[in-house]
């Protein structure tokens, strides 16, 4: 689903990433790393906000130069995101699909109410997002990925301040999430990723340390 290919961006003197490659299937994919090993740098190259220096990515068959193409297959989660405090959930949600260019309000209201389900905030559709827990905001933070359907979804370290029984939460969005979808997951914590991801990557210092199945990265470990 994801051909990454010697994947490589610097920043001014610093490199972030050097010759990347991966492949990612449909499935849940870890992405582990410490911070500083590049995680952030591919996955805003991947969600298209950032241009590589070299190299190339095609999701789907589709080049990721593409930019029309390819917008509507990503939903993105970034590890810092931006919600607007004084709106509710349903006003946020309805912005960003507006935003992604569903013009349909009847469309809109539609996916917008499956997905508050789905995360379960329906019961919190009409309150202010300031009232929010962190983990309530990080739903809705998927809620907002997922608009439109992505056929990939992309989280960057989703689980930082969040309690215990908030990560099981969110890891079982993720998980089902994942069921229909390519989902990349990074985090500097591996057991975010243990109960989910078959599959992982390490970056180290912007390179591929390790890629293949968890079972094996801990017989190394
Ligand atoms: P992470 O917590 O994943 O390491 P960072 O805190 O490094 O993420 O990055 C947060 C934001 O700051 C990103 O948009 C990143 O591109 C930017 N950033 C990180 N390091 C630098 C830097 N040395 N100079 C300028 N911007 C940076
Ligand atoms: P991670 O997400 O694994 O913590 P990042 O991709 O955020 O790693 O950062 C990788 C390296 O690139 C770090 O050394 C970071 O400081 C640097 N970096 C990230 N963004 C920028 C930027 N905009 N300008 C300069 N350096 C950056």
Redesign the pocket.
């Given at each position: 689903m994801i051909e990454i290919r010697n994947l490589t961006k610097s920043?001014?003197k610093?490199t972030?990433?050097q010759d990347v490659s991966l492949d990612i299937k449909q499935e849940m994919f870890g992405l582990l790393?410490?911070?500083?090993?590049?995680?952030?740098?591919?996955?805003?190259i991947l969600a298209t906000l950032l241009t590589p220096t070299k190299g190339s990515v095609r999701m789907g068959g589709i080049d990721l130069a593409d930019a029309e193409q390819i917008r509507p297959i990503i939903g993105y989660l970034p590890?810092y995101f931006h919600l607007y405090p004084q709106l509710t959930a349903l006003e946020f949600l309805d912005y960003v699909a507006v935003m992604k260019g569903m013009n349909r309000p009847s469309e809109r209201r539609e996916q917008i109410l499956y997905l508050l389900e789905q995360v379960n905030l329906t019961d919190k559709a009409r309150a202010k997002i300031r009232t929010f827990s962190g983990g309530m905001k990080q739903r809705l933070g998927i809620a907002q990925a997922l608009l439109g359907d992505p056929r990939v979804l992309i989280v960057?370290?989703p689980t930082a301040g969040l309690d215990p029984e908030e990560r099981v939460r969110f890891r079982n969005l993720l998980n089902q999430s994942s069921l229909s979808r390519t989902v990349l997951l990074?985090t500097?914590i591996v057991a975010d990723i243990e109960s989910s991801c078959s599959r992982v990557a390490v970056?180290s210092r912007?390179q591929v340390a390790f890629a293949g199945s968890l079972t094996e990265l801990q017989a190394c470990a």
């Open positions: 920043y001014k610093h972030a990433l790393g410490p911070n500083g090993a590049g995680k952030t740098t591919l996955m805003r590890q960057d370290e990074s500097h970056l912007g």
